[in-house]
């Protein structure tokens, strides 16, 4: 009887490790096949493109003006992938570009940059936009640069005059080539005024030369004017230079005119000017005349370097109408001597 009822159970147990064996088995199947699978990451294994530059900016040293500086930059693809530029682009039409559009895993391409120095001077930076596929670096800047000299110099660029009047003034301006060219300047234009004159000097091989400009100061006031030259050059057949000037009187009256307006000869109203020297010094009126004996006047010095005058007009009995006269005031002082006219106006009602 103990016989029968043990086989069974030792059946039974058999067949639940063989069932559990198998459910493991085929779980541990089922979890191989659904485990994901990694590849290796860009950043990683480098299976995307990678773009390296190992010198992003260039410096042509020192041109002359028109030069055109070429420079060719050196672009590696360190990745598994072709690296494409999707743009090349610069920030000034001044400068063009030319690359390979396509390179391929481990090799080398490069962006030409041509840029045209014409019409600049000084130190200038161009840059350039390389858009790409690589999604670390999708932006990169290329720099190329030079210290451009002017095709013809000219110091001091422009010429300016500010004195006083009767004082005449001198100014040089060099003109030359900083290669050393010939330049064959002689006069296009001069518009100036009659108080400005000027005359060339040259050197011996005709690579600088020198404009001396003359102000006479016989009048005050501010002008402007310049002058063109030819120079033979087929790139700049000509130049300018400007000329400004500003003169001033050693003495100014404040205002320039007397205005009585309408008065009455019955009460007539005096007026005030205040007359300044230019530079502060102290001077004196010597004398004060007027062309028609309508005025009277008298003075006082305010402080070193101004002076009031004080006008009244004295009028005869039965005088009407628009009297218009002149007075000359007579003034010495460092500053200088000189004979100063004030306009005078009255209506006499």
């Known amino acids: 009887m103990s016989t029968e009822t043990e086989a069974p159970g030792a059946m039974k147990h058999i067949i639940t490790t063989i069932l559990t064996s198998l459910c493991f088995l085929i779980c541990w199947t089922a979890g191989l096949w659904a485990a994901p699978t990694h590849p290796a990451e860009n950043t990683g294994g480098h299976q995307g493109p990678k773009l390296f530059v190992k010198d992003s900016s260039f410096h042509g040293g020192t041109l002359v003006e028109g030069v055109k500086l070429i420079h060719d930059f050196t672009l590696e693809n360190q990745g598994g992938a072709p690296l494409i530029l999707t743009s090349v682009t610069s920030d000034c039409s001044c400068t063009a570009t030319n690359a390979d559009r396509t390179i391929l895993p481990g090799k080398t391409g490069r962006v030409r940059a041509v840029f045209n120095t014409e019409g600049w001077s000084g130190a200038v930076v161009r840059k350039i936009r ?167 006047t008298e003075t006082r010095t305010l402080k070193p370097g101004i002076v009031i005058l004080t006008a009244r007009p004295h009028l005869v009995p039965g005088a009407s109408g628009t009297v218009e006269t002149t007075l000359a005031l007579s003034l010495a002082g460092k500053a200088g001597n000189l004979i100063l006219k004030i306009p005078v106006r009255m209506k006499i009602k």
Do not use: C
């Not at 002008?223 to 087929?234: A, C, H, P, S, Y």
């Open 130 to 296: 390389i858009n790409t596929n690589d999604p670390r670096l999708p932006v990169t800047l290329l720099e190329v640069g030079a210290d451009i000299l002017e095709r013809i110099s000219v110091k001091p660029g422009r010429v300016f005059f500010n004195g006083l009047r009767d004082r005449p003034m001198e100014r040089t301006v060099e003109i030359s080539t900083p290669d050393r060219r010939r330049i064959e300047l002689s006069l296009l234009e001069a518009r100036l005024s009659d108080q400005v004159g000027f005359h060339l000097n040259e050197n011996r091989d005709k690579t600088r030369w020198e404009v001396i400009f003359k102000n006479k100061a016989l009048r005050p006031g501010s002008e402007r004017g310049r002058v063109t030259f030819k120079t033979g050059l087929k790139k700049q057949p000509k130049l300018t230079v400007p000329v400004f000037s500003r003169i001033l009187d050693p003495y100014q009256a404040i205002p320039r005119e007397l205005s009585f307006g309408k008065i009455s000869p019955a009460a007539p109203k005096a007026k005030r000017l205040t007359i300044r020297s230019h530079d502060g010094t102290p001077f004196k009126v010597a004398s004060v005349a007027a062309e028609k004996p309508v005025i009277e």
